[in-house]
């Protein structure tokens, strides 16, 4: 049978191509306009690990699998204790006999890679410290929305070069995107980042990376930030508070920017650092509905991963007798 989705994990977005991603932008907005994608994972029990905190992957993962007909199970970090009780592919390798997919939010990208090596069902990213890829679906299907386009559209990541910003940056080159990147000297994306982004930017439109937010917002479409300090590295708050104040996303800041520039938030939001909350709660914003789009991104994905994947058809003992 042939398949929307050439592979079976998303582990990166760059595991996806541009056609790739456009087909679950697709089906995400005729999901989200009514269209009733049916019950594609029906009979189908999904793990989600989580050794992070969540709130948003946890309950839209949730939420579509239910949708789709399946039924999640959600383990957190102090139960599995990954890495300290088990390893990742121990894990991995238990999750395999009994369920039919993985969706992780881990630390660790290798453990990711890992645990996608020893299960036989699709493994997709809840976030590692490496990428956020089911965010960067759902962004990119806020921008289609606002600006009406993703190819070509002008986006100013201001912050950290993280998680969330690598995802941005293969989305940016695979998609045609044209990303500027604001980040304080020090904090742009690894350089190892950087060189595959240029690999696989080919011939299409580019991303900058530079220090200043003035060039970046001059005719930009969305402004998009992240927190500051993520996940696992509160001790160093103090110093990133002081090394990215000037890049606060504030009125002043977008002053710089069109007036009919979207502000776009991955959330969690630390209201005062990143981002105002009057910015957040503002005009300009489009957060929550971002925000609402990981659940018609992620049906959109679910279905599509999982179609042409057999449903179990044996249990161990059924093959050995
Ligand atoms: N944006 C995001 O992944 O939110 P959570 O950390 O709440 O899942
Ligand atoms: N960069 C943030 C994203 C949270 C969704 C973190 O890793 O904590």
């Not at 056609?19 to 679950?24: A, P």
């Not at 696992?232 to 104040?245: C, I, L, V």
């Not at 909350?277 to 789009?293: K, M, Y």
Request: hydrophobic letters at 45%.
């Amino acid at each position: 049978m042939s398949r929307a989705l050439s592979g079976r994990d998303l582990l990166s977005i760059a595991d996806l191509s541009r056609d790739e991603i456009n087909t679950v932008l697709d089906l995400a907005g005729r999901a989200k306009r009514g269209e009733d994608l049916g019950a594609p994972l029906h009979g189908r029990n999904l793990a989600l690990i989580f050794q992070r905190p969540s709130n948003r992957t946890r309950v839209s993962f949730e939420v579509a699998i239910n949708r789709l007909g399946g039924h999640p199970i959600a383990l957190f970090g102090d139960e599995i204790r990954l890495g300290e009780r088990e390893t990742a592919s121990d894990i991995a390798r238990i999750l395999d006999r009994y369920a039919d997919g993985v969706i992780a939010r881990l630390t660790s990208q290798r453990d990711l890679v890992a645990i996608a090596a020893a299960v036989r069902g699709p493994v997709i990213s809840g976030m590692t410290d490496a990428e956020h890829p089911c965010q960067l679906l759902a962004d990119l299907m806020t921008v289609r929305e606002t600006v009406g386009k993703v190819a070509g559209a002008r986006v100013a990541y201001i912050g950290d070069g993280n998680n969330v910003c690598t995802s941005w940056l293969y989305a940016a080159v695979i998609c045609g995107l044209d990303l500027r990147i604001v980040a304080p000297p020090g904090y742009e994306p690894a350089a190892a980042v950087l060189d595959k982004a240029g690999r696989l930017r080919g011939n299409g439109t580019g991303f900058s990376v530079g220090h200043d937010p003035a060039a970046a917002l001059r005719d930009v479409d969305v402004v998009y930030t992240d927190v500051w300090t993520s996940m696992g590295q509160e001790a160093e708050q103090q110093r990133r508070r002081e090394d990215f104040g000037h890049l606060q996303v504030n009125e002043a800041l977008l002053a710089l920017a069109p007036p009919q520039v979207r502000v776009m938030h991955c959330l969690p939001a630390h209201r005062g650092e990143e981002i105002t909350g009057s910015v957040l709660d503002g005009p300009r914003s489009v957060v929550f509905d971002q925000a609402e789009n990981r659940l018609w991104a992620q049906m959109a994905l679910l279905a599509l991963v999982f179609e042409g994947v057999p449903e179990r058809s044996a249990t161990t003992a059924e093959v050995a007798s």
